[in-house]
């Protein structure tokens, strides 16, 4: 006797291999699309395109993140929506600088004069896309 739950006609060991095989991606909201793309696209220097209204980035290793405009609804996350891993922390901090980028200072962080995090944990810095949304550099392993 089978005792595999059914989510319509499919089961649920059916429908969790479905899952595990689907190449998922995450998203998050922005309030200004054209601000957004001009700040992932020029400023950050990646691959953006957009579509029906829609960003999305094309990350190295054939990743993609879907950015979707909420426009005065648009709250900022208040945790890093994306990492991204760097040689040289230092050298990524200096040239995000060059471009313009402000990074965030953390109270309770011990961060040096570039705003690096240098307190345990990955060499990480913070800053934030024209919505307010995190983002950090880190030194990869």
Known sequence: MSTAVRIGDTTQREWSEMLKDSPAFSGYSVSDIPKAKQ?????LGLEVSERNG?????????????????????????????????????RAVDDLVARGVEFERYAQMDQDARGINRGGGP????????????????QAA
């Open 39 to 43: 700040f992932y696209g020029e400023t």
């Open 54 to 90: 829609l960003l999305t980035l094309h990350l190295a290793g054939d990743r993609e993140t879907l950015i979707y405009p909420k426009g005065e609804h648009h709250e900022p996350a208040s945790f890093t929506v994306l990492n991204f891993p760097v040689d040289d922390i230092e």
């Open 123 to 138: 060499l990480i810095a913070w800053f934030t896309d024209p919505a307010g949304n995190i983002l950090s550099v880190l």
